[in-house]
């Protein structure tokens, strides 16, 4: 498991993002959380507007394309967000790095999670990785 030690090394990974110069290898679950915190925390930036505008950019400056089968996915970008802010809101004294730290090392930290949610053939559809689709398992616990 990847563990930070400094808020700068999240601020690297988001603004390599934002400028398409993070190496492709570095864009793990992990770099896609440390992204999503450091926007949240932002002021005057909407996470939900400005992620998906973030990896789509991204992915395709590292040549991956935004397509029905890869590439930028609306409803797990969508989750994973809420799923940090959840996590960020209910420890605002911590160090962005701790607050990832623990968000990697809680249930959301797995890849998996969201298939407590959907099921894969709703999760892996066209229409979720184009638009937000409602948990056909249970809601959202946020």
């Known amino acids: 498991m990847i563990h930070y030690i400094s808020d700068s090394e999240i601020e ?3 603004l390599g993002v934002i400028d398409r110069t ?3 290898p570095e864009w793990t679950h992990a770099a896609h959380f440390a992204a999503a915190l450091w926007v949240l925390r932002r002021p005057g930036m909407n996470a939900e507007a400005e992620m998906p505008k973030l990896i789509r950019a991204y992915n395709l400056a590292t040549g991956v394309e935004n397509t ?3 590439g930028y996915h609306e409803t797990i ?5 809420r799923a940090a802010r959840d996590w960020l809101e209910k420890r605002p004294e ?3 790095h701790e607050v990832l730290n623990g ?5 959301y930290g ?11 053939p709703v999760l892996f559809s066209v229409m979720a990785r184009r638009a ?9 616990p946020f």
């Open 12 to 14: 690297r990974i988001a």
């Open 22 to 24: 993070l190496p492709k």
């Open 68 to 70: 029905d089968s890869s």
């Open 77 to 81: 970008t969508l989750a994973s967000l």
């Open 94 to 96: 911590k160090a962005l």
């Open 103 to 107: 968000l990697l090392a809680s249930r």
């Open 110 to 120: 797995r890849s998996d999670w969201l298939l407590e949610y959907w099921s894969k």
């Open 132 to 140: 937000w689709i409602d948990p056909d398992l249970k809601p959202l």
